[in-house]
């Protein structure tokens, strides 16, 4: 028999379920191929499991539009909401005996999913990735296969958000029909009937913006502004260090706020900290406002919006600021601004989300830099524009010395400090224009535009000043010339780093 807690769970599947076909699953692809591309797993899929199937919204790889319960690997333990990683399925005790492992139905032996756990904590389904070879996925790997989970989860519910602003439209405009009929006998009951469906309106049209924007940021702000009268509004979120600062704002211009708790009085800081809708109609006037934040806006009257993400944790305020008196907010605009806040909080989550992966899929996560993939674009570019411009461009390959020995008698964490110390300590010694990558292991790749090979020995001697901790480098250094590839003035680079490495180390070699 179905309990409650499955039954809800059911209802909340359905709730996220996507449309057939069009853009309602044209994004989990994106999703999938990021996995696929991320794993190196052949078969990848993004699915909801209700009380009978698994339902593949998008796939890479051989699969069947649905999959029974009864042979689901992923059904066996998604409610958890825990990340599952089986790095060979003859060995489990369940999966061994599952048809998609024992040959019945296919041969797979790696196995990882993540659950799609919604904000209300229930389990809608898994991202999962099979291999028909028996392998482990790095930390790496898992910890981007549960962020692209929770993309996939964000995803469906900016769907299911869309659907419930179109459900939002069209009571607006049955609300409006009721107030045309009823027009000639309660004229006064069909203003304000007209007046509230015009607003639910807005509000649809608002929060469907909001949650497709492509800069949900601005998006809010414009939302804000139009739906509320007013002249000016902004978005306030806090940095690394708890500073508030403006990340978005419309009606003003080259001003950019800086608030910070532990010193600054302001109403803005009140409402934030608060965690409460704040309204003041003469700000000038109010001891606790902020002189400069009053001057940059024109503020006569303002209210500020705490933006909470799920409902208890500030991420931001909005403000909205009227530069002519208002004695009391408009009707609605504090229930507009409340729903606002929370399509703010769930779209900021997800840009947030979007653009830490962003980040991480060309950046190393040892030491910050770019990674190879990240290379591979830059040099491209560089070679290109070298060839266009025909300025000089010189590409270096460094080689931490005898860096096995060091990990080997000082282990592996001191050497991971020293990858990270090096990067840093390299990159100091860089030019804004200039790149450092890592090449892997403990090689780097660095492209040094408007440079010949002359000076970018004097770049590369000045690195290998800095290695840190005692240690040194060699640095194979090779400039382009017209009509070579990347690839090809990177390997004259690698052969002048042999023949460092064979002369002794610790020197700078030119191809």
């Given at each position: ?118 904000t ?56 409006r ?10 004229a ?36 804000v ?6 002249d ?13 600062t ?30 409460e ?180 020995v ?21 400039q382009?010339?017209p ?20 002369a ?8």
């Amino acid at each position: 028999m179905r309990g409650p807690e499955e039954s809800a769970r059911l209802a909340a599947l359905e709730e996220h379920r996507p449309a057939a076909g069009g853009d309602d699953r044209a994004d989990l692809d994106a999703v999938v191929r990021l996995a696929a591309a991320l794993t190196g797993a052949p078969v990848v899929t993004v699915s909801l499991i209700d009380a009978a199937r698994q339902c593949h919204l998008s796939a890479v790889g051989p699969l069947s539009a649905e999959t029974a319960v009864e042979e689901s690997l992923c059904a066996v333990a998604f409610r958890s909401g825990d990340l599952v990683h089986v790095p060979d399925a003859r060995l489990h005790p369940v999966h061994r005996h599952n048809p998609h492992v024992d040959g019945r139905l296919a041969s797979m032996r790696l196995y990882a999913s993540a659950p799609l756990v919604t904000t209300d904590g229930h389990a809608l389904g898994t991202l999962c990735v099979f291999d028909t070879v028996a392998r482990a996925l790095d930390e790496r790997q898992l910890a981007g296969l549960r962020d692209l989970a929770e993309v996939a989860v964000s995803l469906l519910q900016r769907r299911r958000e869309a659907r419930r602003a179109e459900l939002l439209a069209v009571e607006a405009d049955e609300q409006r029909a009721l107030a045309q009929l009823v027009l000639d006998e309660v004229a006064d009951a069909h203003r304000q009937l007209a007046a509230h469906a015009a607003r639910v309106e807005a509000l649809a049209r608002a929060s469907a913006a909001v949650a497709t924007a492509d800069d949900p940021r601005t998006a809010i702000c414009e939302a804000v502004r139009d739906l509320c009268g007013a002249d000016v509004a902004y978005l306030a979120q806090p940095g690394p260090d708890g500073v508030l600062t403006t990340t978005a704002a419309v009606g003003m211009q080259g001003v950019h706020l800086r608030l910070d708790p532990r010193r600054d009085t302001s109403l803005v800081l009140d409402a934030y900290l608060g965690r409460e809708q704040l309204f003041e109609p003469d700000v000038p006037a109010h001891p606790r406002a902020s002189r400069a934040v009053v001057e940059a806006c024109g503020t006569a009257s303002a209210v500020w919006q705490p933006v909470l993400r799920r409902g208890c944790e500030p991420v931001g305020v909005l403000a909205v600021v009227w530069q002519r008196p208002v004695a009391e907010l408009p009707a609605g605009v504090s229930a507009t601004l409340a729903t606002l806040a929370g399509e703010a909080a769930h779209a900021l989550e997800r840009a947030e989300l979007l653009e830490r992966l962003e980040r991480a899929a060309e950046h190393d996560a040892l030491t910050g830099l770019p990674n190879r993939r990240r290379w591979d674009e830059v040099a491209a570019a560089e070679v290109a524009r070298a060839a266009r411009t025909g300025a000089p461009l010189t590409f270096a390959l460094i080689d931490l010395d005898r860096f096995k020995k060091f990990n080997d008698t000082r282990g592996h964490l001191a050497g991971d400090e020293l990858l990270r110390e090096f990067a840093a300590a390299a990159g100091a010694q860089l030019r804004e224009e200039d790149t450092l990558a890592r090449w892997g292991g403990e090689e780097f790749v660095l492209a040094l535009p408007g440079c010949d090979a002359a000076g970018a020995v004097a770049v590369a001697d000045r690195v290998r000043a800095v290695v840190p901790r005692g240690q040194s480098c060699t640095v194979g250094v090779a400039q382009w010339a017209p009509g070579r590839s990347p690839a090809e003035v990177l390997a004259a680079a690698d052969a002048a780093l042999y023949r460092g490495k064979q002369a002794g180390r610790d020197a700078t070699v030119t191809c």
